[in-house]
């Protein structure tokens, strides 16, 4: 049964034309369409809350609150995939990355980002750029039209000029 599972959801994944074709769960427990970001620059982002690249939300943030009026979003993926480093449940995330990030852009549930039970968007997200995710914080760009634009790999600052300049570009087209 978990292999018919697991067999969908790399079809799906690989059926799939952009990032708008695929739902997510919200850190609250709601259905998340990602069809609701049609027309918007998304940044995707695998996140940790006990990782030493975790302070990297504080630059999220302030992306999110500069651009979000020009039609950018950041997304926040919570993935417990590598050193055990989100272990938290999706309550204890939320509350952590308001009070101490005061993070407002969308978080989702907690979802495995690599491996047999990767979720099928990030199956789809790997494909389109630079395959299997190393670490937390990895960001994929995103176009207007939900297609990959550019990958990021967890070094690369939110803040760093090379992001920001594809933001730009891509709030541009």
Same mark, same amino acid.
């Given at each position: ?7 969908? !959801? =790399?079809?799906? $994944? ?15 427990? =709601?259905? =998340?369409?990602? !069809?609701?970001?049609?027309? /918007?620059?998304?940044? #995707?982002?695998? #996140? ?15 992306? +999110? *609150?500069? +651009? ?10 919570? $993935? ?5 480093? @989100? ?13 101490? +990030? ?8 907690? #979802? ?14 790997? =494909? $389109? /750029?630079?395959?299997?995710? *190393? ?11 939900? *297609? ?6 967890? *070094? ?5 000029? @090379?992001?920001? $300049?594809?933001? @730009? ?5």
């Amino acid at each position: 049964m978990r292999r018919v599972i697991l067999s969908l !959801a =790399a079809a799906l $994944a690989l059926s799939a034309q952009s990032l708008h074709d695929f739902t997510m769960t919200a850190i609250d427990g =709601a259905p =998340a369409p990602m !069809a609701r970001f049609k027309g /918007k620059v998304v940044l #995707v982002v695998n #996140v940790a809350s006990r990782c030493g690249l975790t302070p990297q939300y504080e630059g999220l943030e302030a992306l +999110y *609150r500069k +651009y979000k009026d020009r039609g950018f979003v950041v997304v926040g993926v919570p $993935a417990n995939n590598f050193g055990g480093q @989100e272990p938290g449940s999706n309550q204890e995330i939320a509350e952590f990355c308001k009070r101490t +990030y005061d993070v407002t852009f969308p978080m989702m549930a907690k #979802v495995s980002v690599k491996g047999d039970d990767m979720h099928p968007l990030y199956r789809y997200l790997t =494909a $389109a /750029k630079g395959g299997d995710i *190393r670490w937390n914080f990895t960001k994929f760009l995103v176009g207007k039209d939900g *297609r990959v634009l550019e990958r990021f790999e967890p *070094r690369v600052e939110p803040t760093a000029p @090379e992001l920001v $300049a594809a933001i @730009e570009r891509a709030l541009a087209q």
